[in-house]
T-cell receptor, first 112, second 117 residues
Framework: SQKIEQNSEALNIQEGKTATLTCNYT??????LQWYRQDPGRGPVFLLL?????KEKRKERLKVTFDTTLKQSLFHITASQPADSATYLC???????????FGDGTTLTVKP | GAVVSQHPSRVICKSGTSVKIECRSL??????MFWYRQFPKQSLMLMAT?????????EQGVEKDKFLINHASLTLSTLTVTSAHPEDSSFYIC?????????????FGPGTRLTVT
């Protein structure tokens, strides 16, 4: 069956360090993979999209990689700040169905 | 950026009553909107896809007669939870893809916290 796993439920790091979050998927061949940020009691906010033919994408302090061989995406936040503390969700698009499936999320806490 | 609003943000209702949640795309048209439910510390579970001008498509296990969806216009979709029960208490979130992008990129509303007493 199709699965998306974000293999760390919680990640605690010190301010200024790089946070690395992992998203693994099985039985998918996604053309697109998305990352979202969700704060408690709020809807997710779109951060980045990466295509299957892109190995890496950057936006300010964010970097996403996409390895279709490993079936894995890594999400990096460099020079992390306490304001980066949130839950981060990855999602893959089922192109045929036109809908996305979300991972369970990783809750990042950046300590000052 | 694209903005999606939801109303109400919080609602408390008695068991057996119905509750309507509105989802609006504020600065773009959305022929498709998605409705999700999220329980505490769990991920988003897609309930249904709302389609302007046609019937909604429900995910397996979601009762269409209980969760009524109406996509009244290109900027408005509503979810009505009928005969609500305490187990329907959850965080309901809508989203809309921007344009015809078949990339999965979605813009979410702020969510509606439903509590059924």
């Amino acid at each position: 069956s199709q699965k998306i796993e974000q293999n760390s439920e919680a990640l605690n790091i010190q301010e200024g360090k790089t946070a690395t979050l992992t998203c693994n998927y099985t039985n998918y061949s996604p053309a697109y993979l998305q990352w979202y940020r969700q704060d408690p009691g709020r809807g997710p906010v779109f951060l980045l999209l990466i295509r299957e033919n892109e190995k890496e994408k950057r936006k300010e302090r964010l970097k996403v990689t996409f390895d279709t061989t490993l079936k894995q995406s890594l999400f990096h936040i460099t020079a992390s700040q306490p304001a980066d503390s949130a839950t981060y969700l990855c999602a893959v698009l089922n192109t045929n169905a036109g809908k996305s499936t979300f991972g369970d999320g990783t809750t990042l806490t950046v300590k000052p | 950026g694209a903005v999606v609003s939801q109303h109400p943000s919080r609602v408390i209702c008695k068991s057996g009553t119905s509750v309507k949640i509105e989802c609006r795309s504020l600065d773009f048209q959305a022929t498709t909107m998605f409705w999700y439910r999220q329980f505490p510390k769990q991920s988003l579970m897609l309930m249904a896809t709302s389609n302007e001008g046609s019937k909604a498509t429900y995910e397996q296990g979601v009762e269409k007669d209980k969760f009524l969806i109406n996509h009244a216009s290109l900027t408005l979709s509503t979810l009505t939870v009928t005969s609500a029960h305490p187990e329907d208490s959850s965080f309901y979130i809508c989203s809309a893809p921007l344009g015809d992008r078949g990339t999965g990129e979605q813009y979410f509303g702020p969510g509606t916290r439903l509590t059924v007493t």
